[in-house]
Nanobody, 123 residues
């Protein structure tokens, strides 16, 4: 079983910054890519940024200015540095990973999601 645990969410004032973290655990051979998505109330889940394989980053243009993704492969952890936050950034932020779960003797590729962490931007 693979688990993704997010941390770092909370309440922040407009213009402030937050850093989210997500760490993967369980039995796996490798994590090919990790990403952050977000879902605001009554809206569809949207990609914020994805990293991997390697250092490849995929990020919508609308997210590039204020959101930066990074990864510590040795710690199976992905980070999202958010700056100059706006009220419209309020959402639940979800961690995602594409994982080769299992062992080298037997494994399967699958998609995994964290439980989400709430980010609220409000004065």
């Amino acid at each position: 079983q693979i688990h993704l645990v997010e941390s770092g969410g909370g309440l922040v004032q407009p213009g402030g910054s937050l850093r989210l973290s997500c760490t993967g655990s369980g039995t796996f051979v490798t994590i090919a890519s990790m990403a952050w998505y977000r879902q605001a109330p009554a809206k569809e889940r949207e990609l914020v940024a994805e990293i991997g394989p390697g250092t490849r980053i995929d990020q919508p243009d609308s997210m590039k200015e204020r959101f930066a993704i990074s990864r510590d492969t040795a710690k199976n952890t992905v980070y999202l540095q958010m700056s100059r936050l706006k009220p419209e950034d309020t959402a639940v932020y979800y961690c995602y990973a594409f994982v080769q779960a299992g062992t080298r003797a037997w494994s399967t590729w699958d998609h995994y999601w964290g439980q989400g962490t709430q980010v609220t931007v409000s004065a």
